[in-house]
């Protein structure tokens, strides 16, 4: 086990250099010169040797490589540079907005779970019942509905219409279902599926034949033996998924004026603030990564025949 979390650790580490060099490439490719960016963003039109006096400053002024090593040296201390629009620390800026990315996801998610587990379960115990129609119907309509559609039609309908909810931003808990439940239906169709498939093949496995035979009670054969190996991919998948909600969900956030790290990413974007973009690329990269890694460590805890090096 040792052995798989060092080899695991330092693929994840070769990962993250890699995507390093990439964020870091985004600054080299960027159509206008960032020292005269950072000059504008003050509303005045800066002169030649402003520009070259920032550029020093900056360390635009030396190679390619050198700058890569300082920047990265300073990332690796938690200093992502200073923002063009706002001036202040780009690590205090992401940091300030995650909370509220982070209320997003662990909301999403249960809503996710109390939805879709129970409808893949019962889809996979009565298949081609009318109880498993639906859900296949409603996974459907999960995977095929524009994210930024549902959004927006729950946000005409409950905010501006019915005023159950408020219209944008983060005002209390009553702002949270909308972007929520608009973040877990566009999953949860993926869930269910997951779900239901994993349920009918462990219902036809031996071990639940012989925990039938052996008298136990059907939910004691469906939640303690079926449904708990069932879920293991599942879990794989959900992990993964809250990595990437860590990064900021960046549609839904920016439909519902989410003060969280994807709507801080597109404002950045729009202002051509490079510092910024790269410190959400290396943060993102980084919250995915380390979900990966920790989703594999446990899954191998989890599935006794990966310990024991047998096929799952």
């Known amino acids: ?115 879709a587990l129970p409808i893949g379960v019962v889809s996979a115990l009565y298949p081609g019942s009318w109880i498993d129609r639906i859900g296949r119907t409603a996974a459907l309509l999960s995977v095929s509905m524009p994210g930024y559609w549902l959004g927006l039609l729950l946000l005409y309908y409950g905010a501006v219409k019915l005023k159950w909810f408020p219209v944008t931003g983060l005002d209390g808990i009553s702002s949270v279902p909308l972007p929520a439940f608009t973040l877990a239906f566009g999953m949860a169709g993926t869930y269910i599926r997951l779900i239901r498939a994993g349920m009918l093949d462990a219902l036809r496995q031996s071990y ?65 603030d490079f510092i910024v973009i790269q410190g959400y690329v290396l943060l993102m990269a980084v919250s995915v990564v380390t979900a990966n890694l920790l989703t594999d460590i446990g899954y191998r805890l989890l599935d006794p025949r990966i310990r024991l090096g047998k096929p799952a």
Not at 27 to 32: A, D, I, Q, V, W
Not at 45 to 62: F, H, Q, T, Y
Not at 218 to 231: I, K
Not at 236 to 253: D, K, P, S, W, Y
Request: with cysteine; charged share 15%; hydrophobic share 50%.
């Open 1 to 115: 086990m040792s052995k798989f979390i060092l080899q695991r650790l330092l693929q994840s580490a070769a990962l993250l250099l890699g995507i390093s060099l990439i964020a870091f490439g985004l600054m080299s490719l960027t159509s206008g010169d960032p020292a005269e960016i950072q000059l504008r963003s003050d509303g005045v039109r800066p002169s030649l040797e402003a520009i070259a006096a920032m550029r020093v400053e900056m360390g635009l002024d030396k190679p390619l490589y050198a700058q890569y090593g300082h920047w990265l040296w300073r990332a690796l201390h938690g200093d992502l540079g200073l923002s063009f629009g706002s001036g202040r620390p780009v690590t205090s800026e992401l940091l300030g907005r995650l909370p509220a990315t982070l209320l997003l996801t662990v909301c999403a998610i249960a809503l996710l779970l109390l939805t």
């Open 208 to 272: 639940v034949r012989s925990a039938r035979a052996r008298g136990l009670r059907e939910a004691v054969v469906v939640g303690s033996h079926a449904l708990r190996n069932a879920l293991l991919p599942t879990a794989t998948l959900l992990g993964i998924h809250f990595g990437q909600l860590l990064g900021g969900a960046v549609v839904v956030e920016t439909i519902f004026a989410w003060p969280g790290l994807g709507k801080y990413a597109v404002d950045a974007i729009f202002s051509k």
